[in-house]
């Protein structure tokens, strides 16, 4: 008799677990020898990165081995397990959800390895924002997650929505809310709802348009206003995080120190707060930036 495995229901110890809206993204590592694997079935969707060891699968195609992708859609029954019982994999469960039903159903039916470049890049994409903690994205987060999901081989490829030859306005209006609304913790779906699209449609066009996710704009957006705020205001570092949209000063400290360089409470140190810019830190700023 099968197993039945709902969300995010896994053999294996956790190590780590990041949710967003319609997906759960989790680590795990190999917990007993493969004849303690029995078969299982899963309800819903889900995609197994293999971080490590050598994974048995009975799902369809071959991999060459770097770190094998593997999506089973809904209803999948399988014994897959790791040689000796030794090996770690990154999932991305997908939610029974009304928002990504269209794109789960549109999927080939059966288990398959998934050795597309874009697949691959974007589920490991997942994994090193995932490991980031609380300092990574979580829109980040939930736009890879729709852009994976949207990546998968479909059975008739005119069903496939292509991205519009020309910059539809709504993308505009998407591009202008986040520069607006950097303080807040916006999701794509709430996004996606402001401009009367489908969320997996605006994840897919915004990269295709402006070459990053939503999160990643809006985390250019925090860093300027922060940087704003270090150079022509006395607010206290906390409070900056605070208004900026971070969680908290750490994690500001963090993204920030990777663009420009230096902590923040450095760069206030070493840059005048009131007054014009010297001409030679302008040109750094702007070079801080463009690494974005």
């Known amino acids: 008799m099968s197993h039945i495995f709902r969300h995010d229901d896994f053999y294996g110890?956790?190590?780590?677990?990041?949710?967003?809206?319609?997906?759960?993204?989790a680590h795990r590592v190999a917990d007993r020898?493969?004849?303690?694997?029995?078969t299982h079935t899963h309800v819903e969707a889900h995609f197994v990165l293999v971080t490590s060891g050598q994974y048995i699968s009975s799902a369809e195609g071959t991999t060459d081995g770097l770190l094998p992708l593997v999506y089973n859609p809904p209803g999948t029954t399988h014994r897959d397990h790791f040689r000796h019982g030794a090996g770690s994999f990154f999932t991305v469960s997908v939610?029974?959800?009304r928002f990504l039903k269209d794109a789960i159903s549109g999927s080939r039916p059966s288990a398959s390895f998934l050795v597309d470049g874009r697949c691959r890049g974007l589920a490991r994409a997942l994994l090193?924002?995932?490991?980031?903690?609380?300092?990574?994205?979580?829109?980040?987060?939930?736009?890879?997650?729709?852009?994976?999901l949207d990546a998968i081989p479909k059975r008739d490829r005119s069903r496939v929505l292509r991205s519009p030859v020309r910059k539809p306005q709504w993308l505009d209006r998407a591009y202008e809310l986040l520069q607006d609304s950097y303080a807040q913790a916006l999701t794509v779906r709430e996004l996606a709802f402001a401009v009367g699209?489908?969320?997996?449609?605006?994840?897919?066009?915004?990269?295709?348009?402006?070459?990053?996710?939503?999160?990643?704009?809006?985390?250019?957006?925090?860093?300027?206003?922060?940087?704003?705020?270090?150079l022509f205001s006395a607010m206290p570092l906390t409070d900056i995080?605070?208004?900026?949209?971070?969680?908290?000063?750490?994690?500001?400290?963090?993204?920030?120190?990777?663009?420009?360089?230096?902590?923040?409470g450095r760069f206030r140190k070493v840059v005048c707060r009131h007054g014009p810019l010297p001409e030679s830190y302008v040109s750094f700023l702007q070079d801080a930036r463009a690494r974005l």
């Open 33 to 38: 020898p493969p004849d303690q694997v029995q």
């Open 95 to 97: 939610a029974a959800d």
């Open 197 to 230: 699209v489908h969320p997996i449609h605006l994840a897919r066009t915004f990269r295709s348009y402006f070459r990053c996710t939503p999160g990643q704009l809006i985390q250019l957006r925090r860093l300027e206003k922060t940087a704003d705020l270090l």
């Open 128 to 148: 090193w924002e995932s490991t980031r903690g609380h300092h990574g994205s979580r829109l980040h987060l939930e736009s890879l997650s729709l852009e994976l």
């Open 241 to 264: 995080a605070i208004t900026c949209g971070f969680t908290d000063q750490s994690h500001m400290t963090t993204s920030f120190r990777r663009v420009y360089g230096l902590a923040p």
């Open 13 to 25: 110890r956790l190590q780590l677990r990041r949710t967003v809206p319609g997906f759960t993204l």
